[in-house]
T-cell receptor, first 110, second 112 residues
């Protein structure tokens, strides 16, 4: 069965700083990997998706993630944080049904 | 409007009452899902459906019932609500396995 672990339930960065949200997955076969974002009182929205076409995946709002098979990781990055990036971020893995990580809350300080 | 909608958005009920949460999608997606979101637990799958009249249990199905008589609707019923079912409930739909799941706005349920 597949699973995903998000390292750090809360990450705080200053505006303009690098954002790095960590995700490690476990899967017996090549998985599909996703990052979703959830703003307060809203549902989850897709940020980006890995489907094996390219290891570096670019998403919306300047986010990107790199699939590293040797490290079983799919970390999410953004070069320069903006106040509007403050939200909860979920990593998910799918080889059939989808399994979500526990989430990482990103705080952006002015 | 196209998309996925949930109703009601907010619900307060009492222990022992029956509550039904509605979910409707306009994409004709085959798959639909119900999740609950609780602090510290992330999203946990309650039930899912691969097509009309096909449903299956997820990680936390106890106390919940689902049905799917039409492709576009996937109601979730709490037959006898308990305080532990106080949560935020999200419905999602998906065209096929491995594809993106699209989420509704959620229903906040408080069981007193």
């Amino acid at each position: 069965a597949q699973s995903v672990t998000q390292l750090g339930s809360h990450v705080s960065v200053s505006e303009g700083a690098l954002v790095l949200l960590r995700c490690n997955y476990s899967s017996s076969v090549p998985p599909y990997l996703f990052w979703y974002v959830q703003y307060p009182n809203q549902g989850l929205q897709l940020l980006l998706k890995y489907t094996s076409a390219a290891t570096l995946v670019k998403g919306i709002n300047g986010f990107e993630a790199e699939f590293k098979k040797s490290e079983t990781s799919f970390h999410l990055t953004k070069p320069s944080a903006h106040m509007s990036d403050a939200a909860e971020y979920f990593c998910a893995v799918s080889i059939g049904d989808m399994r979500f990580g526990a989430g990482t809350r990103l705080t952006v300080k002015p | 409007d196209a998309g996925i909608t949930q109703s009601p958005r907010y619900k307060i009920t009492e222990t022992g009452r029956q509550v039904t949460l509605m979910c409707h999608q306009t994409w004709s997606h085959s798959y639909m899902f119900w999740y609950r979101q609780d602090l510290g637990h992330g999203l946990r799958l309650i039930y899912y459906s691969a097509a009309a009249d096909i449903t299956d249990k997820g990680e936390v199905p106890d106390g919940y019932v689902v049905s799917r008589s039409k492709t576009e609707n996937f109601p979730l019923t709490l037959e006898s609500a308990t305080r532990s079912q106080t949560s935020v409930y999200f419905c999602a739909s998906q065209g096929d396995l491995g594809e993106t799941q699209y989420f509704g706005p959620g229903t906040r349920l408080l069981v007193l």
